[in-house]
């Protein structure tokens, strides 16, 4: 059983063109839901951390929220070189900790 | 620093050989994972350890694959004998364990097995 969803699966954008990711999870207890980026033949490489429902993080272009059952990262006016793989992780207090990734989201930005 | 540091970055063997690969994570951390990474299959959580000690290894795929952090700077992971369906990117993680909540992890760049 799936316990972090992301979609879409992947996601195509002209340059400019602003949009969201979405990470959701189905389990109570979060303690934890990070956001990574991996671009290709690289390890993922951190964006953000998110613990409680109403928070909120930026950075350049990107910015993430956290509900109670789901979070986003939005992407506003986007470059070429945002392209990447976008992966969410979650950690959950009933399963000691660990830290689950979802299959994330390709990203393609067009000039 | 350095970041975290895997070894080799790639690694072809044959069917039946043993494989290890190997970690030393960022100073200071305490907790370290192994993941698996496959086009079919994601990143999947192989193990992982706090202060040194296996918490967790119910992602371990076989009793072919074993994972041992004797220290706190370095950690291994040894598949074998290998088989052509463990080729795959092996991603090692570290981060600090911070009370209640967790912190994030560090990867590294991860080791490319193929195994022929």
């Known amino acids: 059983e799936d316990q972090v969803t992301q979609s879409p699966e992947a996601l195509r954008l002209q340059e400019g063109e602003s949009s969201s990711l979405n990470c959701s999870y189905t389990v109570s207890g979060l303690r934890g839901l990070f956001w990574y980026r991996q671009d290709p033949g690289k390890g993922p490489e951190f964006l953000f951390t998110?613990?409680?429902a109403g928070e909120e993080k930026e950075k350049e272009r990107l910015k993430a929220t956290l509900t109670k059952k789901e979070s986003f990262l939005h992407i506003t006016a986007p470059k070429p070189e945002d392209s990447a793989t976008y992966l969410c992780a979650v950690c959950f207090q009933y399963n000691n900790n660990d830290m689950r990734f979802g299959a994330g989201t390709r990203l393609t930005v067009k000039p | 620093d350095a970041g975290v540091i895997q070894s080799p970055r790639h690694e072809v063997t044959e069917m039946g050989q043993e494989v290890t690969l190997r970690c030393k994570p960022i100073s200071g951390h305490n907790s370290l994972f192994w993941y698996r990474q496959t086009m079919m299959r994601g990143l999947e959580l192989l193990i992982y350890?706090?202060?040194?000690?296996?918490?967790?290894d119910s992602g371990m795929p076989e009793d072919r694959f074993s994972a041992k952090m004797p220290n706190a700077s370095f950690s291994t992971l040894k598949i074998q004998p290998s088989e052509p369906r463990d080729s795959a990117v092996y991603f090692c993680?570290?981060?600090?364990?911070?009370?209640?909540?967790?912190?994030?992890?560090?990867f590294g760049q991860g080791t490319r097995l193929t195994v022929v």
């Open positions: 350890f706090n202060n040194n000690v296996p918490i967790d």
């Open positions: 993680a570290s981060r600090k364990l911070r009370g209640t909540f967790n912190t994030e992890a560090f």
């Open positions: 998110l613990y409680s």
